[in-house]
Every structure is written in structure tokens, then in C-alpha cells.
């Protein structure tokens, strides 16, 4: 029986890390297991890293009919693909990369915490760090986000346990070369990892790592089908996108929160917070300048927080030190040294932040459980099924109608899995709108041509509709193309000529 409430505070405290440990490790392994994506960019991931793996080009040519390429580094793509390619495509294949990088960064931050910590303190810091990644499902979709956690947290343990500077700087210079490939600016979340490696062995280490990083992270260009040249053009283009201050400050108050606890926390415990701020000065002046810039860089419209996802090992890693300082000085629960409006305001802080941590943990897994187990989502995938056999040896794609919606555009993949081609991809042709290109006259060329032969548009809906696609677009499509028939989910329409006997 709990008879006092310290210890059911602290049984409750206890039950918080626990479920959150937990939920970061179930999430994903049945997000995993699951027949789906969770937003439209695995789309583009899955499909694209398939590609690759098969010998297509990953950045197409600003007048290639093709229209899929995005921003992002090849690294994710190659991994990705190259899964696929030896296990055979599918939902889960696609998404064992990025899960696995996730469960992976999990266990380095452990290790990390026992370097310094005890279990127990380990544990704590463990759970918070796990209610921190629930905001955000991306730390386990198919998208650069998980992979980029993984180098920073390792980097973090890496550059804590290893003494031979040969071994630190080949270990930090390949995380950080990934880091540039997987997005060109991730060079800016690893500059904690830079000061830290500047402390314990010198500038000239640091000068290494940067350019032997460099050289690594220049590799996966010299593939035949990696163009550094078109990399460039398409990362250039999403300057246009943008800034979005409300995106911002998104960031900001998250940081904030971030920030706020472990000064609630220090008041709480009567801990002199200027000596350990002066003590870290350093460390802290790198970590604003690692926060600020990929808060500014990722506030483009069609960003998220997402992008604060690898800075948090390093809010982790601070707040690893600050434990350690609250119990080298031995200030932890002495009340009679901390005031009452300092002690109350602090408790009322806590739990503010905490309240606000659960709740923005809980909300995001809700969302992506409802679009895991979204009505329709085997049927279609049935539906889609009966289509290709009755099609079978013709080609054949997942069209768009006057909505983007999820259901159908998640089973995108699955006709390039099985040896179809790629024309247009949605979120390519919204960020190339966004970059003021337009779809270029050799696509509307593939509808002429009858590349694809079978389109599958969702049902009752006119064909691309949606208005990223232009009328001359549409009319092209309507004059190549004609319904052949329904089925539950789709408007059939195939390349005239074709007949419709099918």
C-alpha cells in the first residue's frame, strides 16, 4: 500500500518513464509490421530507393519527363534500396532502415547515460528522451530524420569512450560525412560533437574529421546514377520555398520547454545555476548556434519540428551533465535552502512541462495509429491486387484525382515494386512547384506515348484534378487515355487503343 505521497510521486514518476520508454520501442515495431506508410514523403522515400537499387537515375534532369526527385542526400535512399533489393520489396523492407535506426539510437543514448550516470539517473533521463522522440513519428518513417538521430547519438557516445584519436576521427569523420549526404546543412547539427572533439584533441582533429568527412560524403555522387550537379540544382530550389515565422516559433517554444525544465529543476534543488552554466559556456554558445540555424533552414513551407529531432541527444547530453553536477554538489531535495516562491513556481514549471511533453508524446502515436489501421486500407491493397493480374504484362500507375488521399496514394510503391515505371510523384511536383518549375512538356509526352499504359484513379474523381497539375496536363491525359471500367476504389483508365476487354 502507498502510504506517502513522496513515494507515490515517485511510483507515478517511475510509471511516466517507463510507459514512455516502452512506447518508443512498440510504436515503431508495429508501425513496422504494419501494410501502409505514415505520411505522403515515404511514398516518395520507398518508391525512389526502389529505383535506385534498379539502376535509375536518384536526381532527374530539369526537362526529364520523370518527375520524383527531391531534396534530400542519396545516402537514405541507397540504404533504403538496397534493403529492398535484397530482401525483396514490400511495406516492411522499406521501412526497416529507418526503424532500425531509431531502436539503434535508443540503445547508444543508454550507453551514453551509464558512462556518466547511474542506472537509476540513466533511467530517468532514458524515458524523458523517449517522450521527446513520441512527438514525432518521423524518428521512424521512411525519411533522413532517423538515420541523422543515429549519427548524432552515436557521434555523442563515440566522442565520450574513445581515447585513440585515429579511432575518434575515422568513427566521427563517417558520422559526419553521412550527416552532410543525408541533408547538406547536417553538418550543423554535429557542431556540439566538433567542440567536444576540439576540447580533448585540438583544432587540427577537428580540421581532419571536416575534410576527410567532406571526401565521404562526396562518395555516393560518383554512382552513374547520382548527379551531383542535379543535387545541387534541386537543393537550390527549395530556397524559393520560403520562410515561415509561425514555423519558427513552433521550434522556439519547444526549445524553450526543453531548456525551461533542467532551470526549474536546478532552482528546485538550490543548485548554483550560473557555476554550471559558466562551466559549459562553450558547449552552450555551440548548441544555440546548432539550434537556431536548422530552426530557421527547416521553417520552409512544408516543414515541421521535425528538424529539432537530431538536437535532441544533444539537450540529452546537457542535461547528462547537469545530473552529474547536481550530484557532485550534493544540493538534491534540500528545501530549506530554496525559498517558497522559488519552490513552488518551480514545481508549477514541472509540472507544466511535463503535462505538455505527455500530451504532445501521446497525440502524434494517436494520429499515426488511426492512418496504420485507416478504414479500406487491405481492400484497396486487394482491389489493386485483382488489377494487376487482370492487366498483367501491361504497365501500370497509381493516378492522381482532385485530392490528395493517403489511402490510395500509399499503395503508390507497389506497381514500381513490380516493375513498372515512375512518371509523377506528388510531393516532387509540390516542391518543384514551390520552386516556380513547372511540369515539363516530356511528361505530358510519356501520356502521348503510352508509357504507362493503365491508370488507376481514385474512384469518381476526374483525372488530375488536383491542382498541382496544370489543364494542359489534364487534357493531355483525357485525350490519350479513356475509362475502361470500375472497380470498388479506382476509375480504370487505359491508353486508347488498348480496347477495353479487359
Known sequence: MIS??????????SSWLAIGIAGILIAPVLYLFSNGFGEQGEVTFSTVSWLL????PLYVDLDSAERYSLQHGPIVYFVVGYIMKAFGPSYLTAKVATVGALLLSIAFSWLLFRKRLSKMDSFCLLGLEAWLFLHWPY???????????????????????????????IVIALLLGL??????????????????????????T??????????????????????????????????????MVGRIVAKILLVVAIVMLPVAVGKLSGINLRSFYLSHRSL???????????????SKVGSGTNHLIPLIPTFMYLYMLFIGYIRRTQALLQPAAVSPVARYSSVALITLIFVIVTIGGINPQKRMVEKIKASGRE??????????????????????????????????????????????????????????????????????????????IPRGEKPFAYYLFDGAFRDNFLNNYEMAGKTKFFDVWVYRGMGRNH
Open 284 to 298: 552552450f554558445l555551440v548548441v544555440f548556434v546548432a539550434t537556431a540555424v536548422p530552426s530557421i533552414v527547416g
Open 379 to 456: 481492400t484497396i491493397i486487394q482491389d489493386l491486387r485483382r488489377l494487376e493480374a487482370n492487366y498483367a504484362g501491361y504497365t501500370l500507375a497509381i493516378g492522381y484525382g482532385e485530392k490528395d488521399n493517403m489511402l490510395y496514394s500509399d499503395i503508390t510503391p507497389l506497381p514500381v515494386f513490380r516493375g513498372s515505371p515512375y512518371l509523377i510523384d506528388m510531393v516532387a511536383i509540390g516542391d518543384m512547384a514551390g520552386s516556380g518549375v513547372n511540369i515539363p512538356a516530356a511528361t505530358a509526352g510519356k501520356l502521348s506515348d503510352g508509357e504507362i499504359k493503365v491508370w488507376l
Open 139 to 169: 524518428t521512424y518513417l521512411i525519411r533522413p530524420d532517423a538515420l541523422m538521430l543515429l549519427c548524432v547519438t552515436a557521434g555523442l557516445y563515440f566522442v565520450e569512450t574513445l581515447q585513440k584519436r585515429s579511432q575518434l576521427i
Open 53 to 56: 537499387a534498379n539502376g535509375n
Open 206 to 243: 577537428v580540421a581532419v574529421i571536416g575534410g576527410l568527412s567532406i571526401l565521404l560524403a562526396v562518395v555516393p555522387f560518383l554512382s552513374p546514377h547520382v548527379s551531383l550537379a542535379n543535387y545541387l540544382f534541386w537543393v537550390s530550389g527549395s530556397i524559393n520555398h520560403g520562410i
Open 179 to 204: 550527416m552532410i549526404n543525408l541533408k547538406i546543412h547536417g553538418f550543423i547539427y554535429f557542431l556540439p560533437i566538433l567542440y567536444l572533439v576540439y576540447r580533448g584533441f585540438g583544432a587540427r
Open 4 to 13: 506517502s505521497p513522496a513515494v507515490l510521486l515517485r511510483w507515478g514518476f
